[in-house]
Structures are given as structure tokens and as C-alpha cells.
């Protein structure tokens, strides 16, 4: 069974920077695509970034594009995911999901996905 566990969230100023890190068990983590996607209150779940299993090829929606990094370690056993963020705007308020893909489906398409971490920018 695949655990996701997201962290690094909480408060910030607009302009400021957050790093969340999402760690993973129960699959052989270097195998799978990864991402990360958010939700704010009364909205849907959207995609926010992916990146692919070797951490070779990386890709982002427009409206975090130059202001997010997403990065993975496959090295000893660290099994994480991160995403910088960087330069914060207040309409980056979200929870945020760590996901991971089995690969059947297209590049958007995951298949688990953690509990989630708060991540709120004020103005």
C-alpha cells in the first residue's frame, strides 16, 4: 500500500517562499512519475506540477510556472518529493497533495495521493 505524507506547509507573507516535501513508502518510489496538485476552499483540485520517474523532465501549470520547483531523491532510500515555491501570492492559498502515478493513464492522471498540508499566503 502507498503512503504519502506531505509537510512543510503553513503561513507566509506574499513574496515569501515555502518548501513542502512529501514522503513516500509501500512502492518502489524511483519507479513513478510524481506531483503535486492543490485545492482552495470551494474550488476544484488542480494540477501544480510533475515530475517524471528518473527526475529527468519536469512540468508545471502557467500560473506557477517560474515561481515553482518541483524536485524528487531517489538516493538512499529518501523517497521525497519537493516542491519550492517561490515569490507567493495570496491566490496561492491552497491545501497542496503530493500524488503519485502508476503510469496507466496520461500525465495528469494519479493514482494515490497524500492527506495534504496548508499553505497560506496573506497580502
Known amino acids: 500500500q502507498v503512503q504519502l505524507v506531505e509537510s512543510g506547509g503553513g503561513l507566509v507573507q506574499a513574496g515569501g517562499s515555502l518548501r513542502l516535501s512529501c514522503a513516500a513508502s509501500g512502492r518502489t518510489f524511483s519507479r513513478y512519475r510524481m506531483g503535486w496538485f492543490r485545492q482552495a476552499p470551494g474550488k476544484d483540485r488542480e494540477f501544480v506540477a510533475g515530475i517524471s520517474w528518473s527526475g529527468g523532465s519536469e512540468y508545471y501549470a502557467d500560473s506557477v510556472k517560474g515561481r515553482f520547483t518541483i524536485s524528487r531523491d531517489n538516493a538512499n532510500a529518501k523517497n521525497t518529493v519537493y516542491l519550492q515555491m517561490n515569490n507567493l501570492k495570496p491566490e496561492d492559498t491552497a491545501v497542496y497533495f503530493c500524488?503519485?502515478?502508476?503510469?496507466?493513464?496520461?500525465?495528469?492522471?494519479?493514482?494515490?495521493w497524500g492527506q495534504g498540508t496548508q499553505v497560506t499566503v496573506s497580502s
Open positions: 500524488a503519485l502515478a502508476l503510469g496507466y493513464g496520461g500525465r495528469y492522471e494519479y493514482d494515490y
